[in-house]
């Protein structure tokens, strides 16, 4: 298939700024991209009129609950592509906290196979490092692996004997794929939901520390140390565990690491109160002294890449109450305009920065061949009008569930069309 792009906007990291520019797609990859000055011939090829509005590459998702096998109530396969895909996103990475647990190459299959006959973003599956996600049996990583899954993680927990994540990391570095991890130390947050800080104070609540996430980052930073693999963080979230990123780059450590939206934008002191569950997530909102660090730590590349923890729940269960409804919120179809409306309408990133973040910093970390508005690229693109206000409404979201804390935000930068391999998969 044939498809001109015309009088698109694309950034020019070279000069800071957007050109217009035409941009073809033959047979699901970038054919070339033509000054928005210079004459062409469309011919016979299918013709999207971008007309002044934004043209990148798709923006990549590293970090995703797609909750398929065994919680469809929430969310599926489908329903969740559908709705990465309204966000911009091209390529999500889902976590293995399903049930069945995705611990099995014939799990990993599944998920491949119901992505690919849904045929809208690209699905990239993790697996588990321990049999069931309980921390007593590593899973056959080498078998995983086979089966496409593209790391071992067992998000949702943290894995809490050393010992196993060092053999884990090794069997990995052997492996060449990388370990990310949930960094939370069980005996630290147990009854707890809401991080210590003046939110858990005001309210009486046990708080949850710093340390939880903390202390596990460091552990790990030395394991990987010692073992060589590539380490990924997830969902960084606290002033202490950027500290010791930082360094751990600093001295040549294989660590890398992502940061949610809400965690560079929110924090505990914006909870309105005890009534509302879609402000409980984990890891979860913490000092603004911390929403501070977490944003530096992105800006000088502490931490490298975006991503939304994209964690559907029902109304039901949100509707529990704080302490019985279960952690986390939706995410795919805000974090763009989000991030746009805070850091790029107010000058404080670039929009390339931006940009930089959401798509070839994710793919140069995990080794994808998208994230990259160039010739020969796979034709993973995103519209979006950068122009357009409107307020979140989460009655129109795509995904199942519409457990967010932004409902009613009035945002700009909404994604408009969304394209993979050169196929329009989402169209406003």
Not at 179 to 206: M, N, P, Q, Y
Not at 210 to 216: D, F, L, R, V
Not at 343 to 368: H, I, Y
Request: aromatic share 6%; proline share 5%.
């Amino acid at each position: 298939m044939s498809l001109w792009i015309i009088n698109g906007n694309v950034w020019n990291e070279e000069t800071g700024r957007t050109e217009k520019k035409h941009l073809r797609v033959n047979e699901g990859k970038i054919a070339e991209l033509v000054d928005g000055s210079a004459s062409i011939d469309t011919g016979s090829a299918e013709v999207i009129n971008a007309d002044g509005k934004l043209v990148s590459a798709g923006f990549i998702d590293m970090h995703v609950h797609l909750r398929d096998p065994g919680f469809e109530h929430k969310e599926d396969i489908i329903t969740g592509s559908r709705s990465a895909a309204k966000g911009g996103f091209t390529t999500i990475a889902c976590m293995p906290n399903t049930r069945p647990v995705i611990d099995k190459p014939e799990t990993v299959k599944y998920v491949l196979d119901k992505a690919a006959e849904a045929g809208i973003v690209k699905v990239l599956p993790y697996a588990a490092i321990t049999k069931n996600e309980l921390g007593r049996e590593l899973t056959d990583f080498a078998a995983l692996k086979e089966a496409g899954a593209i790391g071992f993680t067992d998000d949702g927990v943290g894995v809490q004997n050393a010992q196993m994540m060092k053999n884990a990391m090794a069997l990995a570095k052997s492996l060449d794929i990388p370990v990310i991890a949930h960094c939370e130390d069980d005996t630290l947050v147990e009854g707890a939901w809401a991080s210590e800080g003046a939110f858990s104070r005001k309210h009486g609540l046990k708080g949850i520390p710093n340390e939880s996430e903390a202390i596990h980052v460091g552990r790990d930073v030395l394991l990987a140390e010692a073992t060589g693999v590539h380490y990924h963080v997830c969902h960084v979230s606290t002033e202490q565990s950027v500290r010791l990123i930082r360094l751990a780059k600093s001295v040549g450590i294989k660590v890398t690491a992502e940061v949610c939206p809400h965690h560079l934008i929110l924090s505990d002191e914006d909870i309105p109160g005890l009534d509302d569950a879609n402000w409980k997530m984990n890891p979860p909102l913490r000092t603004p002294r911390d929403v501070q660090a977490v944003i530096e730590g992105l800006e000088d590349g502490t931490l490298d890449m975006i991503v939304t923890d994209h964690a559907p729940h029902s109304a039901e269960e949100k509707g529990r109450g704080v302490d019985l409804a279960p952690f986390g919120i939706v995410g795919f179809e805000t974090a763009f305009p989000l991030l746009y409306t805070k850091f790029v309408e107010t000058g404080k990133w670039t929009l390339g920065f931006l940009l930089q973040r959401m798509t070839s910093d994710p793919a140069r970390v995990f080794r994808l061949e998208t994230g990259n508005l160039v010739q020969g690229a796979p034709a993973d693109l995103t519209i979006v009008d950068l122009d357009n206000e409107r307020e979140v409404d989460p009655a129109t979201f795509l995904s199942k569930s519409n457990n967010t804390p932004f409902g009613g935000w009035k945002l700009k930068g909404w994604p408009v069309v969304t394209i993979v391999d050169g196929k329009i998969v989402w169209t406003e």
